[in-house]
T-cell receptor, first 115, second 108 residues
Framework: DAGVTQSPTHLIKTRGQQVTLRCSPK?????VSWYQQALGQGPQFIFQ???????QRGNFPDRFSGHQFPNYSSELNVNALLLGDSALYLC??????????????FGPGTRLLVL | DAKTTQPNSMESNEEEPVHLPCNHS???????IHWYRQLPSQGPEYVIH???SNVNNRMASLAIAEDRKSSTLILHRATLRDAAVYYC?????????FGPGTRLSVLP
């Protein structure tokens, strides 16, 4: 059973560009959450998707947007990249049961470097 | 969001037990206690979680205080592969709020 997969593994962009990161959830999971992890810090919650809709959102600007597809996979888009967007972007999947998200399983992350 | 407090770093010798503490004095009655660990250049890995009773799995044990204001992750025999940052997180189905965690070093 494949776990959570993310692509690409590494990415280099320049300021002002746009980037799209992709995530495939663990089999049987219907909920995808995205986190940003700066170097030396814990992951910070960006948003969560369920049934193709954004269910919760952390304290991130509108430059960060996402999408969930019918097969539960998800994309994270970041527009107008800033140097400070350089980080490890993590995707986590879980199953929503009775409105409660169960244990989250994380992917290996995408390392984004903005120059 | 409820907050947790963990020591910044801990050291252990290989093959000895390790007790990683976590304080969560503002925990609510429905909050689960989750533990994850993160090895360098990898995503966080699920370790264990519990609500009120102590829990055991193949990786670790979780001891929860009777008043639930603190918990301890127990690694029964530390190995070099257990060196990682360990995060204690409170959640009731909501997004996870990560603190800085405890960096565990395992000495051979």
């Amino acid at each position: 059973d494949a776990g959570v997969t993310q692509s690409p593994t590494h990415l280099i962009k320049t300021r002002g560009q746009q980037v799209t990161l992709r995530c495939s959830p663990k089999s049987g999971h219907d909920t995808v959450s995205w986190y940003q992890q700066a170097l030396g810090q814990g992951p910070q919650f960006i948003f969560q998707y369920y049934e193709e809709e954004e269910r919760q959102r952390g304290n991130f600007p509108d430059r960060f947007s996402g999408h969930q597809f019918p097969n539960y996979s998800s994309e994270l888009n970041v527009n107008a990249l800033l140097l400070g967007d350089s980080a490890l972007y993590l995707c986590a999947s879980s199953h929503l049961l009775a409105g409660v998200s169960e244990t989250q399983y994380f992917g290996p992350g995408t390392r984004l470097l903005v120059l | 969001d409820a907050k947790t407090t963990q020591p910044n770093s801990m050291e252990s010798n290989e093959e000895e037990p390790v007790h990683l503490p976590c304080n969560h004095s503002t925990i609510s009655g429905t909050d689960y206690i989750h533990w994850y660990r993160q090895l360098p250049s990898q995503g966080p890995e699920y370790v264990i979680h519990g609500l009120t009773s102590n829990v055991n799995n193949r990786m670790a044990s979780l001891a929860i205080a009777e008043d639930r204001k603190s918990s301890t992750l127990i690694l029964h025999r530390a190995t070099l592969r257990d060196a990682a940052v360990y995060y204690c997180i409170l959640s009731y189905g909501q997004n996870f709020v990560f603190g800085p965690g405890t960096r565990l070093s395992v000495l051979p």
